[in-house]
């Protein structure tokens, strides 16, 4: 008879996977806080060593106190205000040219990659060559020969080179002929808010219509139409009905210039900050006789310039202006008003970004679409849908699973990218993170804020991108 | 009763017609111009449009890269290539490219696969630099390195050199390439001296030869780095699990040039006050290495996974331990499969080290901008800005795509990225 002897006895502990699991993790842990004790004694003992403003200790004091710097560009930022003030517009900064630049790239990629898997020979070399010259240099070469290389390069604001209606480009920045929302547009985008709503809620329930009773049909296009009604309907009332505000008034200075605002405390005086300036307003300007001597628009905040008048003004009246109005950029003096104005900085960073990330979208795009089984296209032929209906209905959708995730990356990737900013001298977030470091010393405080930001910058686009690749992921049943 | 079967059936006696060519208008020239350029009305459009972007665009170039100013670029090409390093002293950067186009030689033809097609990328550059009229002393040294990298094809593809001795060439050959670049050792913390030239401090080294150091050492260090967060993100034990997701998570969350300004400022920080400052070098590779290893992490995790549950159940079953299952079952599957991954970031590497310039170190976008400034290029109309930077980009281009090129002659190779 077979005597099986099972062990009595338990296993020592050191042979105990469970309790090595433990003690290993344990030695880990007193590892790690030993080293971080180490790093973090060292970094006290050199910052009280060190006699920097605020780097001596590691307070956040620093954050409430006068910046005494100016930022070039975005949110207006007087050197009076606090350093947490300037990260702020950092902050917006970046956000300014990732934005832009995340939707430019897109639509660059969109329209490479596409290109990318077309039948013509041609078009797809094409795009091939855009993609590999672009991917294959880095993103600061290519930023600093957009900057130094072209942009500056251009012909200064006197002899600029013009584009047509459509703007110009100087080596001062770009100027654009754009669109702009002015006084009663405010109403106008008010209004276009709950258009957007009531389309949504329209295709809504078409939807809900569609699927409670079996029928196949599109569910967005009512929703785009009841959305563009409204939009329609919107405009001519706001550009028929709106008027200038009761108390609008003006200061004139120097007989060319001054501002156009609502006097809300009606004291007759321009107060910024109390007083509301009014935007892309057109006005006219009178002399002493009555005559007409120039005519034209206000500026975004509300400011208005007349260089090379024959005569000074006496006198300015405004109509009121339809809720959108085209500007175009004029030379007044030495540099360009009106229109929307990039700077180098801006324009050279965007442009860079756009092009490299395209290059690399256009790639993701051409796998996505590539990655669709043969068999889909030939089955979609076989059912009679033209080329249009199998690339819409068939093959994006189906290639959209593959794309979203690299496509998330990518804009991660665009937005950490804009930190090159600095190699220009655009005002983003790390830029103006060093500036604030090189006057405070606070090293280690500008840089746990920088790296949260970018941190949470990447979190929210995750997490948006994820709930946006959960709705279209295959549903498996 | 015999019936005649063949009276029933009906046999063609005539011979088929003889095949005939297919019309012109279908094969050749003509039929792939017909079918990939002019297949419809809106393909032809397209066909004209491309063109005429395509003739702008080219010509463009032409006129301006023959108008271009290139002087400048060709008189500094000592400084493009190794920066501020002393003149006297170029044999040692020599003996660094001597050296590694053997290593290069003998393990082409020892491993073959993506070494292979890297030596014969080298071979070219290396074929094109003798030729053009550099330097005597330097195109003889290109010619020297090309024929030591072609020996050591050969005598790779006869002797059966073992692969582990292979491996410790190269693993010696990166502190070597330090002692020969620094004409010695220094280290005034250890208190080593030892000198076989007049010592080169790290702030002279310069050009392409930086920025080929800075992303060799990056992507060396960070291997041994990356396999071990990799392998800790898939631990059970949860302490180490979350320190290497946090860490990874953290490190791809920010951009490169967060971690380089910290490295640069805060690295010497967290050193004891008597070990004195890490020169720029040192903080910079540490910065980029510190970077290198999440992504590599990434990738490394990626083939871990690509390993079939059957492999670690086998590798028990055998009674390996965790460590020996590790080094002999999992680790060299899952490496191989990420071959292409590693190369691909690698490059991605190569161009970020272009950050560099950002943090004070005379790399070759550094050098770029140093040239510009240059008095004697000041007067030039349109400045040099884009001929430099167009031939900064060359150069990288040259590199990158020459090992993608590579990577991807790998993957193909190995039945990657196919499908249908």
Known sequence: MASSTFPTTRPPFYRDTRVIAIILQLIFLIALLMTGWFLYSNMVARLAASNTAAGGTLSWAFLNQTAGFGISEGPAFRPDESYGRAFLVGVVNTLRVGVVGIILATLLGLFAGIARVSTNWLLNRLAGAYVEIFRSTPLLVQLLFWYAGVIVALPGIQDATELGNLGYLTNRGIHLTWVFITETGRLWLAWLQVSLVVGIAVSWLRRRYLDRNGLTGSAALPGVLVFLVLAVIGYVVADRAASMPEATAYELRRGNRGTLFEDVNRNGNYEPGIDRTLAYVPITLFDQEGHVIATGMTEGDGTFRFLNLPAEAARLEWETPPPLAISKPQLQGFNFRGGLSLTPEFAALLIALVIYTGAFIAEIVRAGISAVNKGQWEASRALGLNTGQTLRLIVLPQALRVIIPPLTSQYLNLVKNSSLAIAVGYPDLFNVSRTIVNQTGAEVQVILMVMGTYLSFSLITSLFMNWYNKRIALVER | ?420
């Open chain 2, 1 to 420: 009763m015999a019936t005649e079967i063949r009276s029933t059936t009906w046999v063609n006696t005539n011979h088929p017609a003889p095949a005939q060519k297919p019309p012109v208008t279908e094969v050749g020239l003509i039929g792939w111009l017909r079918a990939n350029l002019f297949s419809s009305v809106g393909n032809t459009i397209l066909t004209l449009i491309t063109l005429v972007v395509l003739y702008f665009i080219v010509s463009g170039l032409v006129r301006w890269a023959l108008g271009a100013f290139w002087q400048p670029i060709w008189e500094n090409r000592k400084l493009f290539a190794v920066g501020l390093y002393p003149a006297a002293q170029l044999w040692q950067p020599a003996a660094v490219l001597v050296m590694v186009s053997t290593l290069f030689g003998l393990s082409a033809g020892r491993w073959g696969s993506i070494m292979r097609n890297l030596g014969v990328g080298l071979g070219g550059l290396l074929l094109l630099f003798a030729i053009i009229p550099i330097g005597m002393e330097a195109q003889l040294v290109m010619a020297a390195s090309l024929a030591l990298l072609l020996a050591g094809y050969f005598v790779g593809v006869r002797v059966p050199i073992a692969s582990g001795w292979l491996a410790l060439g190269w693993v010696i050959s990166l502190p070597l390439t330090f002692i020969l670049l620094g004409g010695g050792i220094n280290l005034p913390g250890l208190g080593l001296r030892w000198q076989f030239a007049p010592l080169v401090e790290v702030n002279l080294w310069g050009g392409l030869m930086l920025t080929m150091l800075l992303a060799v050492v990056g992507i060396t260090l960070s291997f041994p780095i990356g396999v071990l967060l990799a392998l800790g993100r898939r631990s059970r034990l949860p302490v180490i699990k979350w320190f290497c997701i946090g860490y990874i998570e953290l490190i791809r969350g920010v951009p490169l040039i967060t971690l380089l300004f910290m490295g640069m400022t805060m690295l010497p920080l967290f050193l004891p006050a008597g070990w004195g400052n890490p020169s720029l070098l040192v903080r910079a590779m540490t910065a980029i290495t510190l970077f290198s290893a999440a992504y590599l992490a990434e990738n490394v995790r990626g083939g871990l996974q690509a390993i079939p549950k059957g492999q670690y159940e086998a590798a028990d079953a055998l009674g390996l331990s965790t460590f020996d299952s590790l080094r002999f079952i999992i680790l060299p599957q899952a490496l191989t499969k990420v071959i292409p991954a590693i190369v691909g970031q690698f490059i991605g590497l190569f161009k970020d080290t272009s950050l560099a310039s950002l943090v004070g170190l005379l790399e070759l976008v550094a050098i770029g901008k140093a040239v510009i400034q240059q008095p004697e290029w000041l007067g030039t109309p349109g400045g040099i800005a884009r001929e430099v930077y167009v031939f900064i980009a060359l150069v990288f281009f040259v590199f990158s795509y020459g090992m993608s090129f590579a990577s991807r002659k790998l993957e193909s190779k190995l039945g990657f990225g196919k499908r249908q």
